[in-house]
């Protein structure tokens, strides 16, 4: 028998190329462990949890507690500034100040020159006036007459007319702001206004007209009370040929002030005639105003 040439036999198991090895005994890759699929394709090293947090997160207790300490510390210089800021209006000085305004007084000079508190400090109701006047219309206060208050002279006007005057607000301005028909009638002209006066005679400064002992009995007319009259109870007796009683208290006469009490009694209300009396104290009751009623005279 001959022998096979070597390029016609067949192996009877050719051994596996060793570039294709067996899958199912082909070793996992070094570069793609087994788990490859589960893990970060960059894994970061282990390192401890301190590694691992922020220094806003690691400080941020302190960082805490420093802002919060700050926030008070704002809020005390908040609360310094206002308390220190208020105060001024609240020391013992100005207290005082305010107390002496309210009460007319004026407190002992300070020492060392400071300055005192004068009771002109406070408006005065019935301020100054300037030289004495006569009748006239479209009287400009400020440049014809001086301001102040004034009251009429009783016996200077017309024998044979009533007194009359009217304050205007100005010159551009017709509304009256107060008026009068009487004798001793007190007007307080404030600079600006205008002042009519009729038949009325003469008006003098009202400091001027202070009787050296006030009265306790009287008639029509305007009184300061505590300066023309005592303060106190008064009675009327009524004069019973009038045809009306009207009477007025004032705690101010400027422009614009209302009386705080006021009656109207014409003679054929049934009150007229009737016992009356009223309370005038000098502390609440600037003016009192009565025309044609009869005669008060203080009983109390």
Not at 81 to 86: A, F, I, K, L, Y
Not at 111 to 128: F, I, M, Q, S, T
Not at 187 to 199: I, P, Q, R, Y
Not at 287 to 299: A, M
Request: hydrophobic letters at 35%; proline letters at 10%; aromatic letters at 8%.
């Amino acid at each position: 028998m001959s022998p096979t040439p070597p390029d016609r036999r067949t192996p009877a198991a050719e051994p596996a190329s060793p570039e294709e090895p067996a899958s199912p005994e082909e070793p996992a890759s070094p570069e793609e462990p087994a788990d490859a699929r589960s893990r970060p394709a960059h894994p970061t090293p282990a390192s401890s949890p301190a590694a691992d947090i922020s220094f806003v997160s690691q400080y941020r207790w302190g960082l805490l507690l420093i802002g919060y300490w700050a926030l008070v510390l704002v809020v005390l210089v908040v609360a310094l500034t206002t308390v220190h800021g208020s105060g001024i209006s609240h020391s013992p000085q100005d207290t005082a100040a305010h107390e002496q305004a309210h009460s007319g007084d004026a407190p002992a000079e300070e020492p060392g020159g400071g300055a005192r508190l004068r009771k002109e400090a406070v408006e005065d109701p019935l301020p100054g006036g300037g030289a004495p006047f006569s009748d006239g219309e479209g009287l400009i206060v400020g440049e014809d007459i001086a301001p102040g208050a004034y009251r009429q002279d009783p016996g200077s006007g017309s024998e044979d007319a009533t007194c009359f005057y009217v304050i205007y607000a100005d010159r551009s301005d017709p509304t009256v702001v107060r008026t009068g028909a009487k004798e001793r009638g007190i007007a307080v002209l404030e600079d600006g206004t205008v002042f009519d006066s009729v038949d009325c005679g003469d008006w003098l400064p009202l400091e001027e007209t202070y009787p050296d002992s006030a009265a306790t009995e009287f008639g029509t007319g305007m009184y300061v009370v505590g300066g023309h009259i005592e303060p106190g109870d008064y009675e009327l007796t009524w004069d019973l040929e009038t045809s009306f009683c009207w009477w007025d208290i004032y705690g101010d006469i400027r422009s614009g002030v209302e009386p705080t009490e006021s009656d109207v009694v014409p003679q054929e209300d049934p009150e007229f005639g009737e016992p009356l009396q009223i309370t005038l104290d000098a502390r609440e009751h600037l003016i009192f105003n009565t025309e044609t009623c009869g005669t008060w005279t203080k009983v109390g």
